[in-house]
C-alpha cells in the first residue's frame, strides 16, 4: 500500500513560486482524497492554486488543505508565499476574499443595522448572539462606536445551534417592527415582541457563518473580509479601520 505524506506548510516558505499556472482541478480528486482518507471528508470545493500542481481543497466550516492531483499528497494548514516585502498568506487572502462575498450578499433589509447620526466612516459586521457575554460586552459599546463613525450590522449566529432558545430570540429579534431597538432590548434581558407572520432568516446567517469558518461569537467581518473572532474594544476597532479615537479618519 502506497503510504501518504502529510507536508507542512513551513517547507513551503522558503520555496519561491513559480509564476502561477492555473489549471482546472481533476474531476476526479474528490473521489480520490475520500478514497485515500478512508472516510469521505466534508469537502466543499475545489480549486486551483497559485503553486502549480497543487489543488486548494476548501472544507465545510472553512477549513483548507492543499492536494496534489492524485489525493495522495497533502498541506494541512495555510499556504505561504515568499514575496519581496515578507511573507504573504495566501489561504488567508483567499478565505477574506470568499467571505466578503459571502456577507456583501446580504441585503440590508436582513440585517440589524446600528448607523452613526452623521457621516458613516466604515462598516463592520459582526455575528452575534444575546446569550454570549462578550457579544453584550461589544453592545455595551455600540454608542462608542457610532460616535467614531463606525456603522454596525448585526447578523445571527446562535452559538447552540438553529434550533436552540438563542435561535428563537434572534428569530424574535429580527421579527420586531424595529429591529435595532429589539436587538438592545434582547441584550438586556427584556422581552421582544415579534409579528406572527415573519420569517427570520437565523438558519440561512447561521449556515452563512458555519460556512465562513466562524466558530464563536462575536465575531466581527472586516470591510475587507478579514474576521477577528471575540471582543475587541471600540478605540481598537477605530484604529484597526483606520479611524482615530477623536473620530478623525
Known amino acids: 500500500m502506497r503510504s501518504r505524506l502529510l507536508l507542512s506548510t513551513i517547507a513551503l516558505l522558503g520555496t519561491v ?34 503553486v502549480p500542481g497543487l489543488y486548494e481543497v476548501r472544507l465545510r466550516g472553512g477549513n483548507t488543505l ?26 488567508e487572502q483567499a478565505a477574506n476574499q470568499r467571505r466578503k462575498a459571502l456577507v456583501d450578499a446580504i441585503p440590508e433589509a436582513q440585517r440589524v443595522v446600528y448607523r452613526p447620526a452623521g457621516e458613516v466612516k466604515a462598516r463592520l459586521t459582526v455575528f452575534t448572539d444575546p446569550t ?8 455595551e459599546e455600540m454608542p462608542q ?12 449566529f446562535p452559538r447552540m445551534g438553529p434550533n436552540s432558545d438563542a435561535a428563537r430570540q434572534l428569530a424574535q429579534v ?39 469558518g ?16 471575540g471582543y475587541l474594544p471600540a478605540k481598537r ?9 477623536d473620530g478623525d479618519s
Not at 462606536?145 to 445571527?156: C, P
Not at 427584556?190 to 460556512?211: F, H, M, T
Open 132 to 139: 454570549c457575554p462578550y457579544c453584550h460586552k461589544l453592545h
Open 145 to 156: 462606536l457610532n460616535e467614531l463613525g463606525i456603522e454596525v450590522d448585526y447578523l445571527a
Open 174 to 212: 429580527w421579527c420586531a417592527d424595529n429591529r435595532s431597538e429589539a436587538m438592545s432590548a434582547a441584550f438586556r434581558g427584556d422581552s421582544v415582541e415579534a409579528s406572527g407572520s415573519c420569517k427570520a432568516p437565523i438558519d440561512s446567517q447561521y449556515r452563512l457563518g458555519v460556512e465562513s
Open 66 to 91: 492543499y492536494s496534489d492531483a492524485d489525493g495522495q499528497y497533502l498541506i494541512v494548514g495555510d499556504l505561504y508565499q515568499n514575496a519581496d516585502d515578507g511573507m504573504v498568506n495566501l489561504t
Open 17 to 50: 513560486l513559480a509564476p502561477a499556472v492555473f489549471a482546472a482541478p481533476p474531476a476526479d480528486l474528490a473521489d480520490k482524497l475520500n478514497a485515500h482518507s478512508g472516510q469521505p471528508l466534508p469537502i466543499e470545493a475545489i480549486d486551483d492554486s497559485p
Open 214 to 229: 466562524i466558530q464563536g461569537t462575536p465575531a466581527i467581518i472586516f470591510p475587507d473580509g478579514k474576521m477577528v473572532p
Open 237 to 245: 476597532l477605530a484604529t484597526m479601520l483606520g479611524i482615530d479615537a
